[in-house]
Every structure is written in structure tokens, then in C-alpha cells.
DNA sequence: TAGATTGTTAATCGATTAACAATC
DNA sequence: TAGATTGTTAATCGATTAACAATC
């Protein structure tokens, strides 16, 4: 009895780990800021690092850190700390880079073509297989060496490529649309940059909204706050 | 005395309701989302809702509307709810939009060119003053109608103009110096793109990173979460 | 007045931080 | 072995939800 136990010890203490129930939404939202972090230190060529000085140079406490990487299993040594590189290479997974997803870009006005230039999806492992757009006139071109075809051969270009994820670029409109014909087609999760907030019944479709109006908002209430005349609309912070 | 604190009710009940000690960051993130429909409702023109029906078109509850709205003091009334034209004005002050900020945006590349291009900050009571890059070729010209200046000019633009906000679109080694321009010339807030945190010693200025990879790196991982193959990787959810 | 719905307090839930025993 | 630092449990804090009295 005891020396299966001490047999199957290893392989146990894995299980336990990744089982840990749902990891918090909280903490996944950290994941990728870790990763930046971890990649940084990893291009200064740094081999180890504490959850001490992580903290330090991220701003967040130690035991957060810890806490949060214990979610997904040990990945620190007591007494040594953490291994940049066996770190980022795990969270790396934990995140699908090592996944190889592809994605279409489905509107190809300023931000398509900003999103088309950049190298964020290549760092991230993921591929952009083509754009797509309703403009005849650039319809067969290429962007940044990736090429343009007509939003009519979505669905079928879809499907027979296994496309991974949408980038919907496209005006509020026409967002729905689109959405829907990729969810249709099998793609699996949706980069919405339309500003209004897709509603798919396909209930497997993970879509992931960015606001940036949102955020500039949020932007000019801390200006508003921070820069408030003192006197005029609210009584003085300290009593 | 008591008619004192009578005849000061109202005046006391304001001062009261602004004073709530300070608001809550996660109420504060979710302002521009109740601006967002509310604009919507505004624009369909409806006249009034309650916590109950705005409740189920965002998918939160009636409970969290109420709690969130009265950080800011009473903007409904018992029994009916509230004016949507009313609440929708109260949020743009809130959230600055009546402010008339000003912001000039640096980096005239595919992103810089994309927020040029865009209502979103007319639509939020932002003017875009100008664009700043150092490339001579497109020094002097127009995009969308925001006239393009040598980023040398940045420091002496930004002092005359009394810049509120800048938008930062440049590459990642540009922003510290860029930013450090612009916080020196008395910008208030900087919307940060470039993909790095700026740290800048300067106290006042609000700095608001947008970090899309992080946004996309979300979404990774949910979809492999979601679609990930039986039995693989991990312990079934289910016991 | 009766019905509806807010504003607000109290209860619950989840996330963060602190502390320390385990262990490299 | 002694020192360092993790993994993990317990304590604290903040945010969400439920409940209901106030009031339009």
C-alpha cells in the first residue's frame, strides 16, 4: 500500500494540481502580463527570479504571485525561486501559444490593416491566414504579405481551413453578420472590435470584446478626478 | 435649530451623496458600459427604465445597478425608475464627457492613422488637435482632416494648446520619451498603445495602457479551455 | 391609496494579503 | 546544516447579491 503511494506520487501531485477546481477569472486575467514579464527578463538573458522581486518590478505583492502560479501546479523550487525560462515556457501553454491558432481579419479598413502590420499574432503564436473585406477594389491584393479576398467566400474559407479565431474589424453594421457566419463555420473564438457587444445563440463561440471608447472614458474620469479645480463641485477629500 | 436643518435638506442630502467616500475602481470600470446603453436607449428613444429591465439587457443585476448608480448620489426615483435622458447626462459628466478635453495623438502609423479616423473621441466630447511623427514625408499633410506635425514640435504644441490627453501610437522604444514630453508639457493623461507599461516618475499624469496582445492572449486561452479534447490534459470537471 | 421601484443596510461571496510550515 | 523561498492555509479585505424599509 504505502510504496504505491510513494509509486504513484509524482504523478498524483500532477493530477492534484491541474484539477484544482476552476481557476479564477481574476487570475487568468493576469496570466498574459506574467507572460510579458517573464519574456522580458527572458531576453535580458536572467535565469531565475523570486516571487520577491517579480513583485518589485511588477507591482503586485509576492504572495499574489504565488498564489496565482500555484493555480495551475508548482512551478518554483523552495529556496531557489523560479526558472524564467520553465516558467514562461509553461504559462506560454497555459495561454495556447504553443497551440498554433490561426485567424482571419474580416474588415480590412484602418484598424484591419493596423492589425494586419503588426506582429503581436506571430509573437503570440498565432497565424493570420487572410483578410477579408467588401471592397472589390482590394480584393485580391495583399496586406503585409497577407491576402485580401472577398467577404463572400467567408463561410467556405472558414470551414475548409479550420480557422481558429475571427478579428471582426468591421463597422457596428455589419458585425452580426460576419460573427455569425463565422461561429456557423466552426470558428472558435471571436476578437470583436465592433463597438457594440455580440450576442451569438451558438452557445461554443467564445467571443472576446474590446472597448477602447471604454477605456478612453475611463481615461477622462481620472483626468477629470485627478485634475479637479479644488472647491468647485465637491467637498474637500480630507475632512 | 429645526428648521435649520430642514430649509438645508436638500443642500445637505448633495453634499452627502458626492462626499461616499471615494468610488469604487470596479463601479468606475463599469460606468462607460451604462453609458454605452443608455446611449443606445437614448437613441431608440425611450424615456424611462428600471434597475430590473436595464438589468437583464447587460446581463448584471438589478442589485448592482442600484448599488453602482447611488455611489454618485439618488438619480432615480422610487417607484418609477429612472429618466434615461436624465442618467445618461449624469454619467457623460461623470465620465468627463462634457469636459471638452483636448488630445493630439503620436505616431502616425496604421493604429495612429485608425484613431485618426475614428468618431469615437468627437462622439466622447474629445477634439483631436493633431498628429505628430517623425517622418518628413508625411510632415505638413492632413489625415482626416487632423493636420500632421514633426514630433520636435510636440513639447512647444502641447504647452500653447494646454493638451489634455495624449495618445501614444509610436514603437515601444519611442513611448518613455514621448511620454516624458508630453508629461512635462502639463498633458494630464496619456492612452498608452505602445506594449510596455510606462513608468514615469511624474505623479500627476494618468496613464491608461491598452494592451490588445493581452486581450488576444484572453481569448487563447478560453478557446483552448473551452475546446479542449476529452481526456487529454486533465481530470474530467466532473467527479 | 396601492403598486412599483428605488436607496440602503446586511449577508454572502470571492479575491487579496499575511503568515508560516514544508522543503529545496 | 543553515538560509532562502516556495506552496498553502488562515485572516482580511473588497465587491456582489439579497432583502426590505422608504417613498414616489
Not at 531576453?43 to 531565475?48: K, N, V, W
Not at 477602447?212 to 480630507?238: Q, V, W
Request: net charge negative; with cysteine; glycine share 10%.
Amino acid at each position: 500500500m504505502e510504496s504505491i503511494d510513494k509509486i504513484n506520487g509524482t504523478f498524483d501531485r500532477r493530477v492534484a494540481q491541474e484539477t484544482k477546481g476552476e481557476v479564477p477569472s481574476a487570475v487568468i486575467k493576469r496570466l498574459p502580463r506574467y507572460h510579458r514579464y517573464l519574456g522580458d527578463l527572458l531576453a535580458e538573458g536572467q535565469l531565475r527570479i523570486s516571487s520577491a522581486e517579480l513583485s518589485k518590478l511588477m507591482n503586485v505583492t509576492a504572495s499574489q504571485i504565488r498564489q496565482d502560479l500555484n493555480c495551475f501546479g508548482g512551478f518554483g523550487q523552495q529556496g531557489y525561486g523560479y526558472n524564467i525560462k520553465y516558467l514562461h515556457g509553461k504559462i506560454s501553454e497555459l495561454l495556447g501559444v504553443t497551440e498554433g491558432f490561426s485567424a482571419v481579419i474580416v474588415g480590412a479598413g484602418n484598424l484591419g490593416r493596423a492589425l494586419a502590420s503588426t506582429n503581436m499574432f506571430r509573437r503570440r503564436g498565432v497565424t493570420r491566414l487572410a483578410l477579408f473585406d467588401s471592397n472589390e477594389g482590394i480584393v485580391g491584393t495583399e496586406i503585409h504579405g497577407i491576402p485580401v479576398y472577398h467577404v463572400s467566400e467567408l463561410y467556405n474559407f472558414c470551414t475548409e481551413n479550420s480557422v481558429d479565431i475571427g478579428v471582426l474589424t468591421v463597422p457596428k453594421e455589419a458585425a452580426y453578420e460576419v460573427a455569425k457566419t463565422m461561429a456557423d463555420a466552426g470558428v472558435k473564438g471571436l476578437w470583436n472590435f465592433a463597438n457594440m457587444e455580440l450576442k451569438l445563440d451558438n452557445e461554443k463561440v467564445i467571443v472576446e470584446n474590446i472597448h477602447l471608447g471604454d477605456s478612453l472614458m475611463t481615461l477622462c474620469y481620472e483626468i477629470k478626478e485627478n485634475f479637479r479645480t479644488p472647491g468647485t463641485n465637491e467637498a474637500p477629500e480630507n475632512e
